[in-house]
């Protein structure tokens, strides 16, 4: 007698638990953020704020690389800056240039790391050898100078159309991989 009894309670329960759920689902669907901005933080929480933004890496007399961005928020304590509308731009020895752009960045201050994100359209890469790639989400590694994603990647230049998923990009050699799922098309000359 009392299985009935509980089956009916329990049945109950988990459709009102279900239907619960589903409410919850459904109210909180659309506050759920395409792309989530890489640091959260409010301008009031920032040791400085500063407009036009220069920051340049060398070793001895040699400029490595030089960030420029609209704007820097910096946060002293946590060795870091949130960056706007940034562009980058890597020396090689031979004087050849790759600059990346990105609508925000962050720049570990101590380590001199960084990583690029764009809310909407590809970070760009713009290499001197006539390549350009494209790509959502971007990290550097300056003890490596190296740059890496592993999202999907999609690099045009000199007839050549190259997808796939990740890249691994070393800024000495101006070498660039793309790392899986890799797919070659021949580019229509414009």
């Known amino acids: 007698m009392w299985e009935p009894v509980a089956r009916r309670t329990l049945l109950t329960l988990s459709v009102l638990l279900a239907t619960f759920l589903g409410y919850l689902l459904f109210r909180n669907a659309d506050s759920a953020p395409g792309s989530r901005p890489l640091a959260p933080e409010s301008i009031e929480q920032a040791d400085a704020k500063i407009e036009e933004f220069i920051f340049t890496q060398s070793k001895g007399d040699v400029v490595q690389w030089q960030m420029q961005a609209k704007q820097a928020r910096l946060f002293e304590q946590d060795k870091r800056a949130v960056l706007r509308d940034v562009a980058f ?11 990346v752009h990105g609508e925000e960045g962050m720049l570990d201050t101590a380590t001199k790391n960084f990583r690029l994100a764009n809310r909407q359209t590809p970070v760009v890469v713009v290499t001197r050898s006539g390549y350009t790639i494209y790509t959502n989400h971007l990290v550097w590694t300056d003890h490596a100078r190296e740059i890496r994603t592993d999202d999907p990647v999609r690099m045009v230049g000199h007839g050549l159309e190259v997808k796939g998923q990740g890249l691994l990009g070393r800024m000495e050699s101006e070498e660039f991989e793309v790392l899986q799922d890799v797919h070659v098309d021949l580019a229509p000359s414009s």
Do not use: I, K, L, S
């Open 89 to 99: 731009t890597f020396y090689g020895a031979g004087g050849e240039e790759v600059t």
